[in-house]
Antibody, heavy 123, light 107 residues
Framework: QVQLQESGPGLVKPSGTLSLACGVS?????????WSWVRQPPGKGLEWIGE???????NYNPSLKSRVTISIDNSRNQFSLNLGSVIAADTAVYYC????????????????WGQGALVTVSS | DIQMTQSPSSLSASVGDTVTITCRAS??????LNWYQQKPGKAPRLLIY???SLQSGVPSRFSGSRSGTDFTLTISSLQPEDFATYYC?????????FGQGTKVDIK
């Protein structure tokens, strides 16, 4: 059974950098999946942040692209999110998820998710 | 960006009812459409992928369909554990986008 677990600081100061890691267990991050980040501001809907393949290829949401970096560490079986120049509007629960590629029968759906990590941007 | 418009934004229903939630895409997305269920404080759960395929382990009372750029999630014989918020999600193009959600609560 694949499991994902987010980790990182729960409080980040404005203009700082939000950094989260997602550890994957029960499967190899080097398998033929993409690995995604999705966020959800309190009481609001879901927003796709971006995704990474084990080769390091990335896709980002243009609305965040200038501030986002997603990286992967195959040796540690984890991938990471960095979001720079954060503001209060970046306060959200951040989820990592496994993503079947869009060119598979699963059409890019997100089948395994982490429990989510609440990150608050405040001084 | 492709806009996904869900309707209604909320609905009240009783156990045993059949519930229908609609998601309209702003442009063609073929069958690159997925549905998720989210309960308070929990991560979303994949229900339907590719518009109409049932994810493993999901009860058969959940079904999905497509008509052009309109997609429908149907819950037949609503159960107590189905009261939740439901999201559609297009993966036809980047950025992937979600609908705004439909909250199903108890009448």
């Amino acid at each position: 059974q694949v499991q994902l677990q987010e980790s990182g600081p729960g409080l980040v100061k404005p203009s700082g950098t939000l950094s989260l890691a997602c550890g994957v267990s029960g499967g190899s991050i080097s398998s033929n999946y993409w690995w995604s980040w999705v966020r959800q501001p309190p009481g609001k809907g879901l927003e796709w942040i971006g995704e990474i393949y084990h080769s390091g290829t990335t896709n980002y949401n243009p609305s965040l692209k200038s501030r986002v970096t997603i990286s992967i560490d195959n040796s540690r079986n984890q991938f990471s999110l960095n979001l720079g120049s954060v503001i209060a509007a970046d306060t959200a629960v951040y989820y990592c998820a496994r993503n079947w590629g869009v060119d598979t029968v699963m059409v890019g759906s997100l089948d395994y998710w982490g429990q989510g990590a609440l990150v608050t941007v405040s001084s | 960006d492709i806009q996904m418009t869900q309707s209604p934004s909320s609905l009240s229903a009783s156990v045993g009812d059949t519930v229908t939630i609609t998601c309209r895409a702003s442009q063609r997305i073929n069958t690159y459409l997925n549905w998720y269920q989210q309960k308070p404080g929990k991560a979303p759960r994949l229900l339907i992928y590719a518009a109409s395929s049932l994810q493993s382990g999901v009860p058969s009372r959940f079904s999905g369909s497509r008509s052009g750029t309109d997609f429908t999630l149907t819950i037949s014989s609503l159960q107590p554990e189905d009261f939740a918020t439901y999201y559609c999600h297009q993966t036809y193009s980047s950025p992937r986008t979600f609908g705004q959600g439909t909250k199903v609560d108890i009448k």
